[in-house]
């Protein structure tokens, strides 16, 4: 068994797990709302949960975007939805000195895309001892991402997952490839897809990151089918005022619908 989804529920169902939540702590009600739908229905179909949420966002395209409601703030708001719901908490982190402000609140350090070939970021977040999920960054290859997972065993940390979420595709847009999959799990570590992050149109004029979200069931699909460990989705009640990465995120109220047709093609693909 991997060693996160020993501290997440209902892993003897062999169901894919999900990592899901807003994109960033905005306020003090939002996060709470989502972390109470998703537990509950992660609950009822068997899906190991983690709520996910970054404290505060550093890549941002224009100076006027949202970053934070302040680290510490944004922290107390993971630690909360931590002790309430008994669930594993997911939040980025962008500098050595991240790392160890952010471990004792969360149970996974993610490292973003952009940053995943910082050895010195990786080898901060590995030392915490807690697990770290790390992006594999639009610029490489699948196989790349071997070298992120040796840098983490080095320093001694073997509790590490890697996320699948697109690769540059022209000037500004993702594109997935599904082989890296299997390529990236011959590192013996669980494999991400994010279905929502895979889908933004990067470097738009205007400053703000588009998106595809009419394609997230669509790359689910695929991720489910090819043999992904997990399943990595933002999702908020209303994306259309969600202060940051809206134009990709999952309608809240469309969750359940998503995932049982997931879990109908994971029972389909793995039955014996």
Request: some cysteine.
């Amino acid at each position: 068994m991997y060693p996160i989804l020993k501290n997440l529920h209902h892993t003897q169902t062999g169901n894919f797990f999900l990592i899901a939540g807003p994109c960033v702590i905005e306020d003090e009600k939002t996060p709470f709302l989502i972390a109470e739908q998703l537990v509950a229905l992660t609950e009822k179909l068997c899906i190991p949960y983690a709520f996910k949420a970054s404290y505060r966002k550093a890549n941002r395209s224009s100076i006027n975007s949202f970053t934070g409601i302040g680290d510490l703030a944004a922290l107390d708001i993971l630690k909360a939805i931590r002790a309430r719901y008994n669930i594993p908490v997911v939040t980025d982190i962008h500098s050595e000195q991240d790392a160890a402000m952010a471990a004792p609140y969360v149970d996974v350090l993610q490292i973003p895309a952009f940053l995943c070939r910082q050895t010195s970021l990786l080898e901060a977040a590995a030392k915490t001892g807690r697990c770290v999920n790390v992006k594999k960054g639009q610029f490489l290859s699948p196989e790349a991402m071997t070298h992120a997972v040796e840098k983490l065993t080095h320093f001694g940390n073997t509790n590490v997952m890697l996320t699948e979420r697109g690769t540059t595709f022209g000037y500004q847009d993702l594109v997935v490839d599904f082989r890296g999959i299997p390529i990236m799990q011959k590192n013996r570590v669980p494999i991400i897809v994010d279905i929502t992050h895979s889908l933004q149109r990067p470097n738009q004029t205007s400053g703000v990151t588009g998106g595809n979200p009419e394609m997230i069931e669509t790359i689910g699909r695929a991720a489910v089918a090819v043999g992904c460990d997990g399943i990595f989705m933002e999702t908020h009640p209303n994306p259309a005022v969600a202060k940051s990465d809206g134009a990709n995120m999952l309608r809240l109220d469309m969750a359940e619908d998503l995932l049982n047709t997931l879990l109908r093609i994971h029972r389909a693909a793995t039955a014996n």
